[in-house]
């Protein structure tokens, strides 16, 4: 079966930070399109941040500079580090993978950033 498990959300205050840690099973990622999206309420669900297939990292605007993903092809892994959070970054996070026209969620994670 094959998964993608989230983890790390939480509450935070405006300022702080979080790491989300995502691990797939059931399937080797390492050549595959591997990022983190987010849906905030009453909105769509968008990119935050990507790796695709192996190239360098693409950011949104809005986190450029505050948030950073990495990957572990090894252990099957993409990790994203947000710093400086801001109200504006509160939504669910999901993890995401992508190949060709195969695709791949996590559950989601809460992300509440809020004083």
């Known amino acids: 079966q094959v998964q993608l498990v989230e983890s790390g959300g939480g509450l935070v205050q405006p300022g702080g930070s979080l790491r989300l840690s995502c691990a797939g099973s059931?399937?080797?990622?390492?050549?595959?399109?591997m990022g983190w999206y987010r849906q905030a309420p009453g909105k769509q669900r968008e990119l935050v941040a990507t790796?695709?297939?192996?190239?360098?990292?693409n950011y949104a605007d809005s986190v450029k500079g505050r948030f950073t993903i990495s990957r572990d092809n090894a252990k099957n892994t993409v990790s994203l580090q947000m710093n400086s959070l801001k109200l504006e970054d509160t939504a669910v996070y999901y993890c995401?993978?992508?190949?060709?026209?195969?695709?791949?969620w996590g559950q989601g994670t809460q992300v509440t950033v809020s004083s």
């Open positions: 995401g993978a992508a190949l060709g026209f195969m695709s791949y």
């Open positions: 790796f695709v297939r192996g190239g360098s990292p």
């Open positions: 059931g399937r080797d990622f390492s050549v595959w399109s």
